[in-house]
Every structure is written in structure tokens, then in C-alpha cells.
């Protein structure tokens, strides 16, 4: 009797616990993509001036940002009426207001006369840019270049424009963390910009990624703990019930 009772107070207390790894799990899946759900936008990317970062046809994730957190180096999605392309645009951000940002000292960008490394341009593609000249950023504007240079509809076409090329940081709508289909992860670090500023810093996704992952592996072992611990206590009474044959 003893051992039944105990038995059947382990199943209980088992039974409780799958029970709470259930509630959890749930509890952090659905805040998880409830948070991504705020925080960030889907994108397709319909072109490849962002090649190699993002290639055309990538699915991205952008964190909703106000303009004014926008910093160099971060990719960003906008909507310009000046630049007529009917839909939101995905570009880096070189300069921001007050920069004087030029092309090139030694084959490199050039941001208040400092050569800036970037490694995320395509593989043995000059930083170039055919008829670029030294341009003074507006303040509360931002400077943007297509990391495929040679291919890029960006601030270097529409020089002409009132605004010399450059973008209100109140168009800016997000900035992309994540190339999430192909799942390439996240963005590098602009990291040849760090010179002249603080970066921007990472969004939540990967936490938020974390989030969902833990909470999925809690409800499936949480759910499955029911059904194998059934089995086994089957098991276990088929055992016990065997007759023991004498001599």
C-alpha cells in the first residue's frame, strides 16, 4: 500500500508540473510573438541594391524606430515622395545631419573627411560612386547609399533634387535586424562607423527568437510527459502482474 501511495503521489506532482511547463511554455510563445509583433514590420526587398546584405526577393525583419534614433550605418526602411518609386525603400545610412560625406579617398567612402571601412559591399566592388560630390547633410537628414554602389537608385540619383539627395529622418519607418528568409540572421555590425559615433544597438529579436524557442520546447515536453508516463506505469503493472512460476 505504501508503495502505491507513493507511486500515485509522484504521478500527481509529475502531472502538476507538466501542467505548469504547459502554462509557461504557452505564456512565453504567445508574448514572444506578441512582442515581435510590435516591435518589428515584415519586408520583401524587391531589388538587389542592398546585395550582398539583402538580396532581392530577401524577407527582412525592420524594428520600428523613430528617425531620430537613427544612426551611420544603419539600414533603414523609408518612404520619400521625392524619389517617386511608389513604395517604402531599404538603404544604409552613411551621414546624418551635419556630416560631409564625399567619394573617395583611396578607393573608400569618406565621412567628415575620415575613410570609412565597409565591409559588407560586395567582394571586390569599388565603394565608388561615378559623380559623386562632396555633400554637407542637412540637420534632421539623413545621406543613404545602396551597398551594391554600382546598381543603386539611391541619394547619389536624386542629387539634383531641393533636398541634394538626402531623406527627413521622419520618413524613416524602421530599421531592418534581420534577413529572416533566407535565414541568413542577424545584420553585421557597421563597425567601420564606430569612429565617428555610437552605434546604433541591437533590437530584441534574438531574445525574442529565445523566447518563442523555450516556450515551444516547454509546452511539447510539458504535453508529452501525459502520454509517457502512462505507458511506463502500463509497463510497470505488466510486470507486476506476471505469476511467478515454483519449481
Given at each position: 500500500m505504501g508503495s502505491a501511495a507513493g507511486e500515485g503521489s509522484k504521478g500527481g506532482l509529475g502531472g502538476v508540473l507538466s501542467g505548469v511547463a504547459v502554462a509557461v511554455g504557452l505564456l512565453?510563445?504567445?508574448?514572444?510573438?506578441?512582442?515581435?509583433?510590435?516591435?518589428?514590420?515584415?519586408?520583401t526587398v524587391p531589388t538587389s541594391s542592398m546585395a550582398p546584405t539583402i538580396d532581392a526577393g530577401d524577407r527582412v525583419?525592420?524594428?520600428?524606430?523613430?528617425?531620430?534614433?537613427?544612426?551611420?550605418?544603419?539600414?533603414?526602411?523609408?518612404?520619400?515622395?521625392?524619389?517617386?518609386?511608389?513604395?517604402?525603400?531599404?538603404?544604409?545610412?552613411?551621414?546624418?545631419?551635419?556630416?560631409?560625406?564625399?567619394?573617395?579617398t583611396d578607393g573608400k567612402l569618406t565621412v567628415n573627411g575620415k575613410p570609412v571601412d565597409e565591409p559588407y559591399l560586395p567582394k571586390g566592388a569599388p565603394a565608388e560612386v561615378q559623380g559623386f560630390p562632396t555633400v554637407t547633410v542637412p540637420k534632421g537628414r539623413l545621406f543613404l547609399l545602396g551597398d551594391e554602389r554600382q546598381g543603386s537608385l539611391d541619394s547619389?540619383?536624386?542629387?539634383?533634387?531641393?533636398?541634394?539627395?538626402?531623406?527627413?529622418?521622419?520618413?524613416?519607418a524602421a530599421r531592418v535586424d534581420s534577413v529572416v528568409w533566407p535565414m541568413r540572421g542577424m545584420l553585421a555590425r557597421p563597425t567601420g562607423f564606430e569612429a565617428m559615433g555610437t552605434l546604433s544597438r541591437p533590437g530584441p529579436l534574438p531574445f525574442i527568437e529565445a523566447m518563442?524557442?523555450?516556450?515551444?520546447?516547454?509546452?511539447?515536453?510539458?504535453?508529452?510527459?501525459?502520454?509517457?508516463?502512462?505507458?511506463?506505469?502500463?509497463?510497470?503493472?505488466?510486470?507486476?502482474?506476471?505469476p511467478v512460476h515454483v519449481g
Open positions: 512565453l510563445f504567445l508574448a514572444g510573438f506578441g512582442w515581435a509583433a510590435v516591435t518589428y514590420r515584415p519586408y525583419l525592420a524594428q520600428r524606430v523613430d528617425g531620430a534614433e537613427v544612426r551611420r550605418g544603419d539600414v533603414v526602411v523609408f518612404s520619400d515622395k521625392t524619389w517617386v518609386t511608389g513604395s517604402d525603400v531599404v538603404k544604409r545610412v552613411v551621414a546624418v545631419g551635419g556630416d560631409t560625406v564625399a567619394c573617395c547619389t540619383a536624386h542629387l539634383s533634387d531641393a533636398a541634394g539627395g538626402t531623406v527627413s529622418r521622419s520618413a524613416v518563442i524557442v523555450a516556450g515551444a520546447v516547454l509546452v511539447l515536453g510539458g504535453a508529452a510527459y501525459g502520454p509517457i508516463a502512462a505507458r511506463v506505469g502500463r509497463s510497470r503493472a505488466r510486470t507486476g502482474a506476471e
